[in-house]
């Protein structure tokens, strides 16, 4: 019997473990860093009810130690694409009819597996995977995935009580279908969170997936699938592929039953499937949601106001934790000329504090950039700059990758605000200056506003509210998570939803209920109680 109404309240947030010295919680991970290193993990793809193991292996290494290998996973190819496509349509129909609830109750408890028995699998996942530190894995592979996956559920049940009016005679009724099809999510190395949660949203929502994550990150990706299993996720819900990006838009953007896109990853990349997703939308039953997140150029924006020590941190933190590699780190800074000498001594001073090297030592700030191909296009910004008279390397600018894929924390300043690194998104960590005329404010939010053709995050760094509130006005569409005397990064999963508009993507907002309206697909049903039995009405009648 099916007669209740569930509710599902707001939840917290997970509680951010510390790992300090002497915790049972740093003990825990350096165990299962220390197991995860001791085996060699063979991955299979997730396809239906089995897994599938192609023999063409690709080997996982840690980024910051290239010559141990964690293990290997299986790629496939066009016909494991069909596949996945297939058993995600098998299961649509048993998935879709399951009540909400029973959807909703394998997601809350694979956040609690998280919370609990596999913390420390992701999170160590995380760190030899992708080379994030304890806290930066801590998170995001722990802390972020767990809130949206509660946080989620909670949106859902107050979309499904949005009801219409009903008038006397009337019942209207609104149901929230899942999209007629299969979702495709594709997902990033950087946030293991973002990988999780871009199939999990869609799923929740009734809709099933093919998911295929960023090489780089299948370690992790492979955690969340045994979890999600556990938790109780039917066969063929969410179907996990390693395959080529191009192999996989081939075949799942020209099948009839596309249905969505939840992606995030690079600009280029998602412009071109949007391209391809258009010339074959006569081909679909129904049009296809695009949703995606796809970088940013983000700014810090000091006023001449603004606190020394503030700015500084704000810089140091946002700009080189995970070593740049956030969509949302800081890559461009604006500092008045007032405070410009100050903030940049204090900065550098705090850079030469940073110990970089390998994940499992928790003395390290700073790890490694995840592979080679991002490594050689980070150098190469470095090296330019080297040579342009018009940039000058004031911290870092040395790289290795004898050992692993090291670049120290640099940062230029650059005489021109519309210098190559003020305007290209790097993804490293790398933060070029500019110094501008500290009362010059006005004008240097219009170049803020006009560098990059991005708009994920900024930051206004003042004390004068006059200052903030001009700030928060003038670049109003030049990000969209917005930061007052704070670092453009950390976003909260049910505090600051996060997503960003122009070149940065379609601003849907991962972590709110505006995300998972994309994943429903809305229908009214109006019963009439006591139908009319005459056609006519009363403005019919004759005059009397």
């Known amino acids: 019997m099916h007669n ?3 509710q599902f309240a707001a939840p917290a947030n997970e509680p951010v473990y510390s790992y300090a010295p002497g915790s ?10 220390a197991a995860f290193k001791a085996q060699v993990f063979d991955i299979p793809m ?32 066009a016909s494991h694409v069909k596949d996945a496509i297939a058993a995600a349509l098998a299961a649509r129909t048993q998935w879709a009819d399951t009540p909400w609830e029973q959807r909703a109750a394998v997601f809350l408890k694979a956040a609690e597996l998280i919370a609990t028995k596999y913390r420390y699998h992701i999170n160590a996942a995380t760190m030899l995977g992708q080379s994030k530190n304890a806290y930066q894995a801590e998170i995001d592979s722990a802390c972020e995935f767990i809130d949206f996956l509660r946080f989620n559920v909670h949106y859902l049940a107050d979309i499904y009580k949005q009801q219409p009016y009903s008038p006397q005679g009337i019942h209207n009724r609104l149901e929230y279908r899942p999209l007629e099809g299969f979702v495709v999510a594709i997902t990033p190395f950087n946030f293991t969170a973002i990988a999780g949660n871009l ?3 869609a799923a929740l929502c009734g809709n099933v997936v093919v998911w295929k994550p960023a090489y780089t ?19 063929g819900v969410i179907n996990l592929i390693y395959t080529d990006g191009p192999v996989l838009g081939e075949i799942a953007f020209s099948h009839p039953d596309f249905a969505g896109i939840h992606f995030t990853g690079s600009t280029g990349v998602f412009q071109q499937m949007w391209k391809t997703i258009g010339t074959n939308i006569h081909k679909y039953k129904t049009y296809p949601r695009i949703v995606g997140e796809t970088g940013g150029k983000d700014f810090v924006l000091a006023h001449k106001s603004a606190d020394v020590d503030i700015t500084a941190i704000a810089l140091a933190r946002g700009a080189f934790e ?31 504090t940073m110990k970089m090297g390998t994940t499992e030592d928790f003395g390290n700030f700073i790890n490694a950039v995840i592979d080679e191909r991002s490594f050689d296009k980070i150098a190469n910004y470095i090296e330019n700059a080297k040579k342009d008279p018009k940039a000058k390397i004031i911290a870092g600018g040395n790289y290795s990758k004898a050992e692993g894929y090291f670049i120290e924390p640099t940062v230029i300043e650059v005489t021109d605000p519309r210098y190559v690194t003020m305007c290209e998104e790097i993804f490293g960590p790398v933060l070029t200056i500019y110094v501008y ?37 003038k670049l109003v569409n030049a990000a969209g998570n917005f930061y007052i005397n704070d670092k453009p990064t950390g976003a909260v999963v049910g505090q600051q939803p996060f997503g960003g508009a122009r070149a940065s993507g379609t601003n849907d907002k991962a972590g709110s209920a505006l995300n998972l309206y994309r994943w429903l697909s809305a229908r009214t049903v109006k019963e009439t109680l006591v139908p009319p039995t005459d056609y006519r009405y009363p403005f019919l009648k004759e005059d009397k």
């Open 217 to 235: 990150q299948v370690l992790a990706a492979h955690v969340i699938m045994q979890v999600l299993k556990e938790a109780g996720l039917p066969d």
């Open 4 to 6: 209740a109404y569930f």
């Open 437 to 473: 005329e500290a009362d010059k404010f006005e004008e240097i939010m219009d170049i803020v506003d006009t560098t990059s053709p991005y708009a994920l995050t900024g930051s206004i760094i003042s004390q004068d509210r006059y200052a903030i509130d001009q700030a928060t006005k």
């Open 322 to 352: 995970y070593q740049g590699q956030k969509c949302s780190a800081a890559s461009r800074a604006y500092l008045p000329s007032n405070i410009a000498e100050a903030v940049k001594a204090k900065l550098v001073a705090e850079l030469k």
């Open 46 to 77: 997730y396809i239906g009810d089995k897994e599938v193991r192609t023999g063409k292996t690709i080997d996982i290494r840690p980024p910051h130690e290239i010559k141990h290998k964690l293990g290997h996973f299986h790629e496939g190819d």
């Open 24 to 33: 049972p919680e740093r003990e825990a991970l350096k165990k299962q860093l």
């Open 199 to 201: 199939p999990t949203s």
